[in-house]
């Protein structure tokens, strides 16, 4: 194809919305042709600067409330004052009841006001990780669906072993891995797909703000985030919002039953 | 037993989107007081219209109706922001900046691109509010705006356009001409 044909494409390739076939199409274009390459790039630093850093706006707390008198003076049959927040009740007692029946023994934190400045900040840019899977063809990293294969890249490249999962038997497959820095440390990056949907986890050393045995969800930008620690590190994952959240709780706790603690506790240790 | 089935169906599918249904309004008003008044308009338009809705996306159901209920509220309010055409001699799709580097989109920061934004005619301004800070698919966007895939995928093209342009300005880089 030329770039005349390639040109109108660009965005809806940039946007994963083209057939496999027409978006592999546009993708041999780009190997031989620096001009629509560039262009590509260029759309994805916007999406990156959009996303990370125009002012995330959220409902004032009285608004919830208004809307509620709102509503029941229309008759509407509300659930009172026994759910602090619409967000918080729904789901997190979905996400209890996943945690629980997966034995994760965790507790989940569902509600994103009691976040910290530090932890918003550390999921932005866990989703500007996340929506670089998204969005780049980069080939920096490693990629292959072969864990052991990924571990041993990861290995001697970050001051802990990291231990990468095999989940394929849950419906996981591993994409590949690579190293990120997240909150200015390096971080083991893994990209795992489900059906239409890539999961992000990235693990850490030291974890922080958090307490053991706790997840912290939040939604940002369109995308589900969780944070929590295991042993010496701290994980984050982070999915897209249509992901349903137990969903995500599922994927985390399969991730912490396929860590062996003792050999995450190896640190400066390479896997080797 | 029927009705409050529908009750509790409603609070399960629409009350939890409070948050998104509250920034797609901000960002369209661009303002907070409105977009409290257009969110608590649009949930009682959504309450009473309810019964209509059958399928399984609350959040986007909710986010056609809070759309709506925007474009009422301007058209009575400020009407002349629906009017305003998308001006076509200020950007131009072979716009490039110039530093490929994402430093460059980091110097530029937040205010100038929010000024961007909020200076895009609406419908360009919904695209890409729905596609880049809410995740939105092309098919998701097409159906809470009541248009084309097609028309989605070039109101994005050209809002990117714009965007673009408006940092490289800002930014005093050398802006290449136009195709």
Same mark, same amino acid.
Request: glycine share 10%; charged share 25%.
């Given at each position: 194809?030329?770039?005349?044909?390639?040109?109108?494409?660009?965005?809806?390739?940039?946007?994963?919305?083209?057939?496999? +076939?027409? %978006?592999?199409?546009?993708?041999?274009?780009?190997?031989?042709?620096?001009?629509?390459?560039?262009?590509?790039?260029?759309?994805?630093?916007?999406?990156?600067?959009?996303?990370?850093?125009?002012?995330?706006?959220?409902?004032?707390?009285?608004?919830?409330?208004?809307?509620?008198?709102?509503?029941?003076?229309?008759?509407?049959?509300?659930?009172?004052?026994?759910?602090?927040?619409?967000?918080?009740?729904?789901?997190?007692?979905?996400?209890? +009841?996943?945690?629980?029946?997966?034995?994760?023994?965790?507790?989940?934190? /569902?509600?994103?006001? &009691? +976040?910290?400045?530090?932890?918003?900040?550390?999921?932005?840019?866990?989703?500007?990780?996340?929506?670089?899977?998204?969005?780049?063809?980069?080939?920096? /990293?490693?990629?292959? &669906?072969?864990?052991?294969?990924?571990?041993?890249? #990861?290995?001697?490249?970050?001051?802990? +072993?990291?231990?990468?999962?095999?989940?394929?038997?849950?419906?996981?497959?591993?994409?590949?891995?690579?190293?990120?820095?997240?909150?200015?440390?390096?971080?083991?990056?893994?990209? *795992? $797909?489900?059906?239409?949907?890539?999961?992000?986890?990235?693990?850490?050393?030291?974890?922080?703000?958090?307490?053991? /045995?706790?997840?912290?969800?939040?939604?940002?930008?369109?995308?589900?985030?969780? =944070?929590? &620690?295991?042993a010496c590190l701290d994980f984050w994952a982070a999915c897209d919002i249509h992901v349903p959240e137990? %969903? #995500?709780?599922?994927?985390?706790?399969?991730?912490?039953?396929a860590m062996p603690v003792h050999s995450t506790l190896r640190i400066g240790a390479s896997a080797q | 037993?029927?009705?409050?089935?529908? =009750?509790?169906?409603?609070?399960?599918?629409?009350?939890?989107?409070?948050?998104?249904? *509250?920034?797609?309004?901000?960002?369209?008003?661009?303002? %907070? =007081?409105?977009?409290?008044?257009?969110?608590?308009?649009?949930?009682?338009?959504?309450?009473?219209?309810?019964?209509?809705?059958?399928?399984?996306?609350?959040?986007?159901?909710?986010?056609?109706?809070?759309?709506?209920?925007?474009?009422?509220?301007? @058209?009575?309010? $400020?009407? =002349?922001?629906?009017?305003?055409?998308?001006?076509?001699?200020?950007?131009?799709?072979?716009?490039?900046?110039?530093?490929?580097?994402?430093?460059?989109?980091?110097?530029?920061?937040? !205010?100038?691109? @929010?000024?961007?934004?909020?200076?895009?005619?609406?419908?360009?301004?919904?695209?890409?509010?729905?596609?880049?800070? !809410?995740?939105? &698919?092309?098919?998701?966007?097409?159906?809470?705006?009541?248009?084309?895939?097609?028309?989605?995928?070039?109101?994005?093209?050209?809002?990117?356009?714009?965007? @673009?342009?408006?940092?490289?300005?800002?930014?005093?880089?050398?802006?290449?001409?136009?195709?």
């Amino acid at each position: 194809m030329g770039c005349e044909v390639v040109r109108p494409l660009l965005h809806p390739h940039v946007d994963g919305e083209l057939v496999p +076939a027409r %978006d592999e199409e546009v993708r041999q274009h780009l190997v031989g042709c620096p001009g629509c390459a560039r262009e590509c790039e260029e759309l994805r630093a916007l999406q990156a600067a959009l996303r990370t850093s125009l002012p995330r706006f959220e409902p004032p707390p009285a608004l919830q409330p208004r809307v509620e008198a709102a509503l029941r003076q229309e008759g509407a049959v509300l659930p009172g004052r026994r759910r602090p927040r619409w967000v918080a009740g729904a789901t997190a007692a979905a996400a209890v +009841a996943a945690a629980a029946v997966l034995g994760v023994g965790a507790w989940v934190v /569902g509600n994103p006001w &009691s +976040a910290t400045a530090r932890e918003n900040a550390l999921a932005r840019e866990v989703i500007a990780h996340h929506n670089g899977s998204l969005t780049t063809d980069r080939t920096a /990293g490693v990629q292959s &669906s072969d864990p052991e294969v990924v571990g041993k890249w #990861l290995a001697g490249k970050l001051p802990f +072993a990291p231990v990468v999962p095999r989940l394929d038997g849950a419906g996981f497959g591993l994409l590949g891995g690579r190293v990120e820095s997240l909150g200015g440390r390096p971080a083991a990056t893994l990209v *795992y $797909r489900r059906g239409q949907h890539i999961f992000h986890l990235m693990a850490r050393h030291g974890p922080e703000g958090i307490t053991p /045995g706790e997840i912290r969800l939040q939604e940002q930008q369109g995308r589900r985030v969780a =944070h929590w &620690s295991l042993a010496c590190l701290d994980f984050w994952a982070a999915c897209d919002i249509h992901v349903p959240e137990e %969903d #995500l709780i599922y994927f985390i706790g399969l991730v912490r039953k396929a860590m062996p603690v003792h050999s995450t506790l190896r640190i400066g240790a390479s896997a080797q | 037993l029927r009705e409050l089935d529908e =009750h509790a169906r409603f609070e399960q599918a629409i009350l939890p989107h409070l948050g998104v249904a *509250y920034r797609l309004a901000r960002w369209l008003t661009r303002n %907070d =007081h409105d977009a409290e008044d257009v969110v608590q308009e649009a949930y009682l338009r959504a309450y009473k219209s309810f019964s209509g809705f059958r399928g399984h996306d609350g959040r986007g159901w909710l986010l056609a109706v809070v759309r709506n209920t925007c474009y009422t509220w301007l @058209q009575k309010h $400020r009407g =002349h922001e629906l009017t305003v055409p998308f001006d076509e001699q200020q950007h131009g799709t072979g716009t490039e900046a110039t530093n490929p580097e994402r430093l460059y989109w980091q110097a530029a920061a937040g !205010e100038v691109l @929010q000024q961007a934004l909020e200076d895009l005619p609406v419908p360009f301004r919904e695209a890409v509010v729905l596609r880049e800070l !809410e995740g939105c &698919s092309y098919k998701e966007i097409a159906a809470i705006a009541g248009i084309p895939v097609g028309t989605v995928m070039s109101r994005l093209t050209r809002a990117r356009a714009r965007l @673009q342009q408006a940092v490289a300005q800002r930014l005093g880089e050398e802006v290449p001409d136009g195709l």
